[in-house]
C-alpha cells in the first residue's frame, strides 16, 4: 500500500494548507484513514482521524482550525489546516487502517513537511 502525501511547505502562521494522501496498492477495506504528525525531537502523535462512515476525531490542539474529510472513492484523504501556528510546524504522516479477514492492517506514508514561520 502506497500513501503519498503532498501540499506541505512553507506558511506564515496565520496561513492555511491543505494536505492530500491518495492510498493506492492492495487495499481491502479501508476503515479509517488520519493524519499524524511529528516535531523536530518530539514523539509522533496524533492529529486527525477520520472513519469509513465519516466520524471524525481531532487532537485537541488543532480543534477548530484544522478540518480532515474523505473521498472514499478515491481513497483520498484531505487535511484542511487553517490559522496555522509555528507550534504546528511538524513532518505530517498519512495513515491507513486497513481491515482483511477480521484483522488490521496499518499502513503510513512518508510524510510531507510543514513550516510555520512567526
Known sequence: ???PASGGGLVQAGGSLRLSCAASGSIFSINA?????????KQRELVATITSRGTTHYADSVKG???????NAKNTVYLQMNSLKSEDTAV???NLEDLMGGVSYTYW????EVTVSS
Not at 33 to 41: D, E, I, K, L
Not at 65 to 71: A, E, K, L, Q, V
Not at 109 to 112: F, N, R, S, V
Open 1 to 3: 500500500v502506497q500513501l
Open 65 to 71: 482550525r484544522f478540518t480532515i474529510s474523505r473521498n
Open 33 to 41: 484513514m488520519g493524519w499524524y504528525r511529528q516535531a523536530p525531537g
Open 92 to 94: 505530517y504522516y498519512c
Open 109 to 112: 506514508g512518508q510524510g510531507t
